[in-house]
């Protein structure tokens, strides 16, 4: 997830005129040409590095899959927690998607992409705070509901054209963001975790070979 936000930054950077977080859509970085766009605010768009942008979508939902799949001793058994990880890995097609039809060359296939991504992932991310083992800390569990409330709202804002000040580019980032740093953070736990777990057997493994010497 972090090369995601490393070439974000890198791709906004190559920008000409300013690129805005308030202004400008996140799929504005992938758009193939230069031109003014109307909807759903006018701006103007000229990407240079959108081919970088639109591989990280692709990096980014493949991973999102292979997370989804991955991450099984995090999650309880159940039918909550199959929906939840079905759900976060749909928004991994849809990051894959957008990358593949960026928004000024198939736009259908690209909205059908933020959907994946802000709909069934955000669904996703609510439904994972139930469905995440008892064995992750109870903070987490109720930050990861809560992450999915504000962004499937600020979905509905977004799509309602209500950015409440933080511009149409901000209330879009409100609602995809949350997805993001969920990952991240359940990654680095998870990480870190399963470190922990060899460090455990690694000391065990000790311990029964001392025992066992005469």
Do not use: K
């Not at 991450?71 to 849809?94: D, E, H, K, S, V």
């Not at 409330?149 to 963001?177: C, D, K, N, P």
């Not at 949350?178 to 990480?191: E, K």
Request: net charge neutral; aromatic share 8%.
């Amino acid at each position: 997830m972090v090369q995601f936000f490393v070439i974000h930054w890198v791709v906004e950077s190559a920008w000409a005129r300013p690129y805005s977080w308030a202004r400008n859509n996140i799929s504005d970085l992938g758009n193939a040409h230069c031109a003014m766009q109307q909807e759903p605010e006018p701006r103007y768009i000229c990407s240079p590095e959108h081919d970088l942008m639109n591989i990280s979508f692709i990096i980014l939902g493949t991973l999102l899959v292979l997370g989804a799949v991955l991450t099984g001793p995090m999650w309880r058994r159940g039918a909550t927690a199959a929906i939840a990880r079905f759900l976060l890995a749909g928004a991994g097609p849809g990051f894959a998607l957008a990358g593949l039809a960026p928004a000024d060359v198939h736009e259908n296939q690209h909205v059908l992409g933020a959907l994946l991504i802000m709909g069934t992932g955000n669904i996703g991310l609510l439904l994972a705070g139930v469905g995440l083992s008892s064995r992750v800390p109870g903070p987490l569990r109720w930050a990861t509901s809560l992450l999915g409330i504000t962004a499937l709202t600020a979905l509905g804002l977004f799509l309602s054209h209500r950015y409440l000040g933080l511009g149409m580019g901000g209330m879009e980032r409100v609602a995809a963001f949350p997805l993001l740093v969920w990952t991240l953070v359940a990654g680095i736990r998870g990480l870190f975790h399963q470190a922990a777990r060899r460090h455990d057997a690694g000391g065990d493994w000790r311990l029964s070979a001392e025992v066992a010497e005469p």
